[in-house]
Every structure is written in structure tokens, then in C-alpha cells.
């Protein structure tokens, strides 16, 4: 750097001879007239310039700010312009979807096409539809759904004697307190102890006033300072595969009380064996989850009726549910709520049925099904209308008869002093004879 700067600086002794060298150089006389002649004309040259400069460059300026100014206002109204445009278009637009939208439907009818806004309307109404029905029945079926607690004394060899709890479901039939369950339930009569829970929280004790195990049905009652809500009864005998079932219960424990599920009926007529020699027939087959503790629960349709009564399910299987149909125990149910009480009619016989009886004995008979008689009861009512033993009954009433549980079943729709007709086989022969049923 210093012999950068060195090398660029003048020496100053140089610069002051240079100086005066070009200062006192000598000039003369008519040399200085010229000279000065001529600084004169470049003075006033130089002057002009100057003026004629100024002039042009305020004369530029002007035109500049002129163009500007005029710019300016074109681009305004420009601006306006389009915004003008651009907001017709806009209104054009508007107008000309809402004229549409109006008269759409009526263009669209008279050239025959449907109405697209009418088939949305109709798809969501139809999907409330399937969501609402199952909170529609929930809240109408499970006020009147109770959980019933059960203490049974068992007996066991190795252990002796203990006390086991049980629990099941309920639905109530009559709002003095009547509830209608499984006989398993309340194990078969034999329970210590019966407890029922309500939907409010009340737990009351109960009574049983009837059960019969063959049709694995049973009325308990409890008494109750306020009116219970019933559940409606349907009809099970107007039922379909396909239609919406929704099953409520306290399945696996009270952790789940009144638990819904849904499904639909599955299959009709239905039978399974429940024990050895013992089957429950005509039963309602449903996809429904049915779990241990739903039993004695309602089985309910679209409109949450009862329509069954939750029963069993196949344990090797899912989706396999069972329920009694509410047809069965409605005889029953009426007279508890019409007398208080029930009256069973008995028509006075004892059997097996054939097929049972052929594999036990070995004899062929001549009926393919029935119940087959091995005793008649002095002073009954088939005593009186002469059936005998060895005789087969295939059918009461407009019903026909195969196993001993049909024949429960069809003489529960009766009642004392009604008279029906029976049909058995007797020596291969087909008789009909009039009875008037007895408790």
C-alpha cells in the first residue's frame, strides 16, 4: 500500500515549478486581445448555452409531468373499467344460476327426467330413518327392561352345599309390577333369593308366581310404590326374515347393563336341545348378540315391541341367538294381568314322544311323530273323552302336535272350560274327539 500511494503522489517541489513555469510564462500584447476577445465570446456562449439549457430541460420536465398526469388518468379510468366488467360478469352469472336453480325442476319434469334434489332428500331421510330406529327403541323398550339377580343354594359332592349368584333380564308386562323372564332364570323355581333392578336405580324383591321349564318362561312379581312402565307386546306370529331385531339385556354382568344390540330375525320355527330328552321348539333365530346374563330380555322389532323373550344361543357359533316368541307366553301374561293370577289347564295324560319312545324301546309304531301316551289320569279330561294309552295325539285345536313341548305349549292358549278338539292314532287309525279342558 505505501508504495502504492507513493507511486500515485506528484512531488510537490515538481507540482509548485510546474505551476509557476505555466504562470509567468511570457505573452503578448495582441495575444492578450485575442484572449480576451475570446473569453468574452466563450463567456457569452457559455451564457446562452446555459439559458438555452435550462429552458429545454423545464420545457422536458413540463411534458414529462403532462404525460404522467394523462397516464395516470388513463390508468384510472382503466382500473374503473375492468372493476366494471368484472362485476357485471359477476351479476350475469348470478342471475342466470339462480333463474336455473328456479326453474329447473319444472324444465326437468316436463322432459321427464327426476328431480335430483328430490332423490338427495329422500336418501337422507332414509338414512335418519335407519340411525333413529335403534335409539327410538332403546328409548321406549329400556325403561321397562330390569336386571334380575338370583341366590341359589347348590349342592356338590366335594364341596356340600353353597350359595351361587346368578343374573339375568326381565322385561315388564304389566305396570302393577308383573315381569316376564326365562325359568332359567330363577333357576326353575329353586332360587333363595330374587332381586330385581329397575331403570331407576331401585333394587325390590321378588316373588315368583309361575314358571314352567319345558317352555323355559317364567312370572315374577315385585310390589312397588309407583306404577312401572310396561313394554308393548307385539305379534310373532307376523314376523319375517330380514326384518330389524334389536335385543336389550345385562349381558356378562352388570358392567354392561341394558346393553342393545341389533340384528335381524334370522330364521323361524327354529328348534335346539336344551338337555337331554328336553327341546324348546318354534323358536325365533336372530344375528343379534345374545350373551350369557341376556337371558328373560326382550327381543323387539322395528317399532320396539316385544316380539320374544331372549333364551339361548349356540356356543360353537356366532350370530346364532334364540328367543321365545311372545305369542307362546301371551295366554299367560293376559290372565296374570286380567285375574291376578293363573289358571293352567290340564288335559290329564303322560308321554314321551315317538321318536323318544322307539329309541328307548325298540318298537316301531305307527305314527312318524306325536306324543306317544303311557298314562291317562282318573277323572281327567282325556279320561273323559276316552283317550287311552298307546294312544299317539298328533294334534289340538287347528295345531298339529310332534313332541311333548307342542302339546304344553298349545294347552297354555286355553283355558278352564274351553273346549277343543284332540287328534291321535289309535291301531293306525286317525280319530278326532271333542274335550272341554280342566285345570
Known sequence: MDEFKNNDRHNPEEQNQERHEYETSPMDPEQKEDSKEEGVSLEMGTAHANHMGKVIMQEAQQQ???????????????????????????????????????????????????????????????????????TAVAQKAMPSVVGVSTIQLQRDRFFGTRRAEGLGTGVIVDE??????????????????????????????????????????????????????????????????????????????????????????????????LGQGVAIDNLIQTDASINPGNSGGPLLNSRGQVIGINTAKVQT?????????????KPIVDQFIERGEFSRVYLGVRGYNVSDFEGAT??????????????????????????????????????????????????????????????????????????????
Not at 357359533?317 to 307362546?328: H, K, Q, S, V
Not at 313341548?405 to 283355558?415: M, P, S
Open 64 to 134: 414529462k409531468k403532462k404525460n404522467r398526469e394523462e397516464n395516470s388518468r388513463k390508468g384510472i379510468s382503466g382500473g374503473k373499467l375492468f372493476v366494471m366488467l368484472v362485476a357485471a360478469a359477476l351479476l350475469g352469472s348470478v342471475i342466470t344460476v339462480a333463474t336455473v336453480y328456479q326453474f329447473l325442476p319444472e324444465i326437468m319434469a316436463q322432459i321427464g327426467l327426476p328431480n335430483a334434489s328430490d332423490a338427495r332428500q329422500s336418501v337422507v331421510i332414509e338414512t335418519t330413518e335407519d340411525i333413529s330406529v335403534y
Open 176 to 273: 302393577r309390577g308383573y315381569i316376564l323372564t326365562n325359568s332359567h332364570v330363577i333357576g326353575d323355581g329353586q332360587a333363595e333369593e330374587l332381586v330385581v333392578m329397575l331403570h331407576d336405580g331401585r333394587q325390590l324383591q321378588a316373588e315368583v308366581l309361575w314358571y314352567e321349564q319345558s317352555m323355559d318362561l317364567a312370572v315374577i312379581k315385585v310390589e312397588s310404590d309407583v306404577s312401572l312402565q310396561p313394554a308393548e307386546l307385539g305379534d310373532s306370529g307376523d314376523l319375517d326374515v330380514g326384518e330389524i331385531a334389536v335385543a336389550i339385556g345385562n349381558p356378562l354382568g352388570l358392567n354392561f347393563e341394558r346393553t342393545l344390540t341389533q340384528g335381524v330375525i334370522s330364521g323361524l320355527n327354529r328348534s335346539i336341545q
Open 362 to 439: 325298540g318298537v316301531e309304531l305307527s305314527a312318524e311323530y306325536g306324543v306317544y301316551i303311557v298314562e291317562v289320569v282318573e277323572g281327567s279330561a282325556a279320561e273323559f273323552a276316552d283317550i287311552r294309552t298307546e294312544d299317539v295325539i298328533v294334534g289340538i285345536g287347528d295345531e298339529t302336535v310332534e313332541t311333548m313341548g307342542d302339546l304344553i305349549r298349545e294347552l297354555y292358549k286355553y283355558r278352564p272350560g274351553d273346549e277343543t278338539t284332540v287328534d291321535f292314532i289309535r291301531n293306525e287309525r286317525e280319530l278326532s274327539v271333542e274335550i272341554v279342558l280342566q285345570e
Open 317 to 329: 357359533g356366532e350370530g346364532l341367538g334364540f328367543a321365545i316368541p311372545i305369542n307362546t307366553a
